[in-house]
């Protein structure tokens, strides 16, 4: 599988990877970087604890680093969760169905780490 291969099957934008950081083999370190990366699976469980605090922090970490690497789709549900749990945004909180987006965002996960893991044991 090729890195824009991967930046397909998980939802990211190649040319945008490519335009930040300029060379595939800068994108290929960070990219296999992210497995190692907790704000997605520490979002999920700060969730399911309840702890909507530790699970704003968590989202707005997964937020940047999934931004930061053009994975167009978890950066959006990421993004949406953030939003929807900073404080003085209560209106939108309560339009928000906060579980689907935590359900959506952990499928786009396993689908992210499992396709990195597949494109990091062909190098």
């Known amino acids: 599988m090729t890195l824009q291969e991967l ?7 190649y040319a945008e990877a490519i335009g930040r950081l300029r060379m595939e083999k800068l ?16 979002l999920q469980a700060a969730w399911a604890a309840g702890d909507e605090r530790a699970a704003f922090d968590a989202a707005h970490a997964a937020k940047g680093v ?9 950066a959006s549900v990421a993004s949406s ?4 749990l900073r404080e003085g945004n209560e ?29 990091a044991a062909t190098l």
Not at 66 to 74: D, F, W
Not at 102 to 114: F, P, R, S, W
């Open 7 to 13: 930046y397909d099957r998980i939802g990211g934008d």
């Open 27 to 42: 994108i290929t370190r960070f990219i296999v970087r992210f497995l190692s990366d907790t704000s997605c699976k520490d």
């Open 66 to 74: 999934c931004a930061n690497l053009s994975l167009v789709e978890l």
């Open 81 to 84: 969760i953030t939003e929807a």
């Open 91 to 119: 209106s939108l909180r309560a339009q928000t169905d906060v579980d689907a987006l935590v359900a959506d965002l952990g499928q786009k996960y396993d689908n992210t780490i499992q396709n990195i893991e597949a494109y």
